[in-house]
């Protein structure tokens, strides 16, 4: 097999090769399809998220082929095409798992963060916290990788804000591009929120439904029940809760942000609500790909070759996509 290996945080990845690994208990072997780029990859790249190990071969958005199975799984079966999301294995038994909590696991494994990823052309995957994605359903995986990470921690993200019906996203990456079609399929107003002067990303967002996009020092022309957010900034927290209704909530998205700075009461008072998101439960899987087939969601994806990974993440950094990129081995 080949994998694209990040030795030490901040250095670029490098092309090796392995031999197969077998599964072992409870494993499943894929040859992986496609496996989508997150922003996430790029914090574990820079070394910002104290959970993960090194060496590592990054990536949680992975679609693939069962190859083959570990004693005792009986699902998945050798032939099915699977997704493999960020979350890859919990314990089970903490506070937070018996009480279905399993997404703040106290022990928990993550996808290309300690646990080997899919920017390689096969990967190890707990048969358990693998979600169906068959063929039939998902024929282009490239553009089903998205689903796994941008598309599900936006669905928990937008499960969070609540039933409001006008939303505003502030960052519109891989993650807003998928949840304003899930939003707009049912009913809701979605205000777009973009760096200042990226005429490019608001044109993209007035195509998928936006009703308003503009820069994210802009009000928009009516107040928000819910804001979400998905840039990494935390100079976008006292925005957003300045563009939320009295009770309204505003949730951010990411695994990682920079420093909140300092804001007034004022902007929190009136029952307004600042709230994270922490990783997903299998239930949250389910429930998104459910809703993103119901809306016939589209992932706007650019394809790029396993080798050009590095690539792939600069273009990310830099913010020269709109849609998602994705790995294709």
């Given at each position: 097999?080949?994998?694209?290996v990040l030795s030490k945080p901040?250095?670029?990845?490098?092309?090796?090769?392995?031999?197969?690994?077998?599964?072992?208990?409870?494993?499943?072997?894929?040859?992986?399809?496609?496996?989508?780029?997150?922003?996430?990859?790029?914090?574990?790249?820079?070394?910002?998220?104290?959970?993960?190990?090194?060496?590592?071969?990054?990536?949680?958005?992975?679609?693939?082929?069962?190859?083959?199975?570990?004693?005792?799984?009986?699902?998945?079966?050798?032939?099915?095409?699977?997704?493999?999301?960020?979350?890859?294995?919990?314990?089970?038994?903490?506070?937070?798992?018996?009480?279905?909590?399993?997404?703040?696991?106290?022990?928990?494994?993550?996808?290309?963060?300690?646990?080997?990823?899919?920017?390689?052309?096969?990967?190890?995957?707990?048969?358990?916290?693998?979600?169906?994605?068959?063929?039939?359903?998902?024929?282009?995986?490239?553009?089903?990788?998205?689903?796994?990470?941008?598309?599900?921690?936006?669905?928990?993200?937008?499960s969070l804000a609540g039933d409001?019906?006008?939303?505003?996203?502030?960052?519109?990456?891989?993650?807003?591009?998928?949840?304003?079609?899930?939003?707009?399929?049912?009913?809701?107003?979605?205000?777009?929120?973009?760096?200042?002067?990226?005429?490019?990303?608001?044109?993209?967002?007035?195509?998928?439904?936006?009703?308003?996009?503009?820069?994210?020092t802009q009000r928009p022309p009516?107040?928000?029940?819910?804001?979400?957010?998905?840039?990494?900034?935390?100079?976008?927290?006292?925005?957003?809760?300045?563009?939320?209704?009295?009770?309204?909530?505003?949730?951010?998205?990411?695994?990682?942000?920079?420093?909140?700075?300092?804001?007034?009461?004022?902007?929190?008072?009136?029952?307004?609500?600042?709230?994270?998101?922490?990783?997903?439960?299998?239930?949250?899987?389910?429930?998104?790909?459910?809703?993103?087939?119901?809306?016939?969601?589209?992932?706007?994806?650019?394809?790029?070759?396993?080798?050009?990974?590095?690539?792939?993440?600069?273009?990310?950094?830099?913010?020269?996509?709109?849609?998602?990129?994705?790995?294709?081995?």
């Amino acid at each position: 097999m080949k994998a694209m290996v990040l030795s030490k945080p901040g250095q670029p990845l490098s092309l090796i090769e392995r031999l197969l690994p077998p599964p072992g208990a409870g494993e499943v072997l894929l040859r992986i399809a496609a496996c989508g780029v997150c922003r996430t990859d790029l914090h574990v790249v820079d070394g910002e998220l104290p959970q993960a190990r090194y060496p590592i071969v990054p990536g949680h958005e992975i679609v693939g082929t069962v190859e083959a199975v570990g004693e005792g799984v009986a699902s998945p079966r050798v032939g099915e095409q699977v997704g493999v999301p960020w979350l890859g294995e919990t314990c089970g038994a903490c506070f937070y798992c018996l009480r279905g909590q399993e997404n703040l696991c106290d022990r928990p494994v993550f996808t290309g963060c300690n646990r080997d990823g899919g920017y390689a052309t096969h990967v190890l995957a707990g048969a358990a916290f693998c979600l169906p994605m068959p063929k039939s359903l998902y024929p282009d995986a490239a553009e089903a990788a998205p689903l796994l990470c941008a598309g599900l921690i936006g669905g928990r993200a937008l499960s969070l804000a609540g039933d409001g019906e006008r939303i505003g996203l502030y960052g519109f990456g891989a993650a807003a591009h998928l949840l304003i079609q899930v939003a707009t399929s049912q009913g809701r107003q979605v205000c777009a929120f973009t760096r200042e002067g990226d005429e490019e990303a608001q044109a993209f967002a007035r195509s998928l439904g936006a009703a308003w996009a503009g820069a994210s020092t802009q009000r928009p022309p009516f107040e928000l029940d819910a804001a979400i957010i998905f840039a990494t900034a935390g100079e976008l927290v006292p925005l957003a809760l300045r563009a939320v209704r009295k009770g309204g909530s505003v949730v951010c998205g990411g695994i990682h942000m920079s420093d909140i700075p300092s804001f007034p009461y004022r902007l929190l008072w009136e029952e307004r609500r600042l709230l994270s998101v922490a990783n997903l439960t299998r239930q949250d899987g389910h429930a998104f790909l459910a809703a993103a087939a119901s809306a016939h969601v589209v992932s706007h994806v650019r394809r790029y070759a396993l080798e050009r990974a590095n690539e792939a993440l600069d273009d990310l950094r830099h913010g020269a996509l709109q849609g998602a990129a994705v790995l294709i081995p």
